[in-house]
């Protein structure tokens, strides 16, 4: 009986090792399963091209994080992207997606276009598109999704337009209009008519100049003064450098007789004929080309009173020493100069030659306007009109 109990034990004890013993192995095994399996993500991001310091960060993320990381191809920029402040572990696989398939875009870009809140997956090319011209990932996502609210389809001729120099965001609609019925324009082209408002109709469509604008003041046959507008600081110019006596606001007067000064080192005479005109005499003025030649000759080469840039002060037509007429003067060497040199005293030529369907007047060799040195030879240097500078740059 006694032996038998004693046995019952010793087999009771026996079964308890080779539990516990089981239970050790399994785990070992577990344990040599785990490196195992770890040993071969490691390799696995070797083989992918990760360095041993890169793979020793790449260890700090989960399981699935790795995972993800592994479906793709080596990415330089990896280490960069998952250390950074706004790394978002959900984004991890469009992260790596992205800037993988768009490498010659710079990966912050891509890492700063899919974090943002708007982004939106389907439109991603169209984004990349954009990224390509513009830096501003924020204003391109909002801007993709304000034109599909407004049913805008973004196809390559929309792209095209927005990757347009003087794209204004603003004037998105106006643009696909205008091209609707002008299809045999090019996306350049189209920018340059909207923007100088070509899809609007001279003087029907017209404003009251903006004045706050100061010497940068638009006029022209969509921005008017009113009848009792009159310049201050106006300066007589007399002398050698008019022709009778005409007056201009101080700062372009200053300017025009540093350039007549200059020219005449070289032994050319520039001479103001006409600087301020008040409306009551540019009145006078239309009114008898109208009479002579009838409203719609007369608009090619007179404006209406109140439109004209002359009422400003800052606008000068010019002449030589032989007091040329406005017809000869584009013969004269004073125009050639003019054509060289009138930006660095910051006149601009304001009627030219070739963009008579954007200022609605003929070219007019003798008419220079006053805007400062930067934007005449910001205007000289990329062959633009006042009106395109004005509505990208100032309005
Ligand atoms: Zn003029």
Redesign the pocket.
């Known amino acids: 009986m006694v032996t038998d109990m004693k046995k019952s034990t010793i087999k009771k004890k026996l079964n308890k090792k080779r539990l516990i013993l089981t239970i050790i192995l399994i785990i070992l095994i577990f344990i040599i399963i785990y490196m195992l399996l770890n040993n071969s993500k490691n390799n696995n991001l070797k083989v992918k091209g990760y360095s041993n310091l890169e793979i020793k960060e790449i260890e700090k993320l989960t399981k699935s994080e790795i995972d993800t990381i592994l479906k793709y191809d080596y990415n330089e920029n990896l280490i960069y992207i998952i250390k950074s402040d706004n790394y978002n572990p959900n984004k991890l696989d469009m992260y790596l997606k992205y800037t993988l398939k768009y490498k010659e875009i710079e990966y912050l870009k891509i890492f700063e276009l899919v974090n943002n809140k708007d982004f939106n997956q389907d439109k991603i090319d169209e984004y990349i598109t954009l990224l390509k011209s513009y830096n501003d990932v924020n204003s391109i996502v909002k801007y993709v999704n304000d034109l599909k609210s407004k049913n805008i389809e973004l196809n390559d001729f929309t792209i095209s337009i927005i990757n347009e120099k003087y794209f204004i965001d603003d004037h998105i609609n106006r643009y696909l209009n205008y091209y609707n019925d002008h299809t045999d324009l090019k996306p350049s082209e189209i920018i340059t008519r909207v923007n100088s408002n070509l899809d609007f109709t001279f003087y029907d469509d017209s404003n009251k100049a903006d004045l706050s604008k100061g010497m940068y003041t638009l006029v022209n046959k969509f921005y008017y003064l009113d009848e009792d507008y009159v310049p201050d600081d106006l300066v007589d110019i007399t002398g050698i450098y008019a022709r009778d006596k005409a007056q201009l606001k101080k700062v372009a007067y200053d300017n025009f007789i540093k350039m007549a000064d200059t020219a005449k080192e070289v032994g050319l005479t520039l001479k103001v004929t006409?600087g301020y005109r008040s409306y009551n005499f540019q009145s006078t003025l239309y009114n008898n080309y109208v009479k002579i030649d009838g409203v719609k000759n007369a608009d090619t080469y007179s404006a209406r009173p109140g439109y004209s840039?002359?009422q400003l002060g800052y606008?000068a037509?010019i002449t030589n020493k032989n007091n040329v007429s406005f017809d000869e003067f584009e013969n004269t060497d004073e125009y050639k100069w003019l054509q060289e040199n009138a930006y660095k005293y910051g006149f601009i030529q304001r009627y030219p030659k070739g963009k008579e369907y954007i200022t609605g007047y003929v070219f007019?060799s003798?008419?220079y306007r006053y805007v400062g040195k930067d934007i005449a030879k910001y205007i000289y240097e990329n062959n633009i009109t006042y009106e395109e500078y004005y509505e990208y740059f100032l309005r």
Do not use: F, I
């Open positions: 006409t840039e002359h606008s037509d007019e003798w008419h």
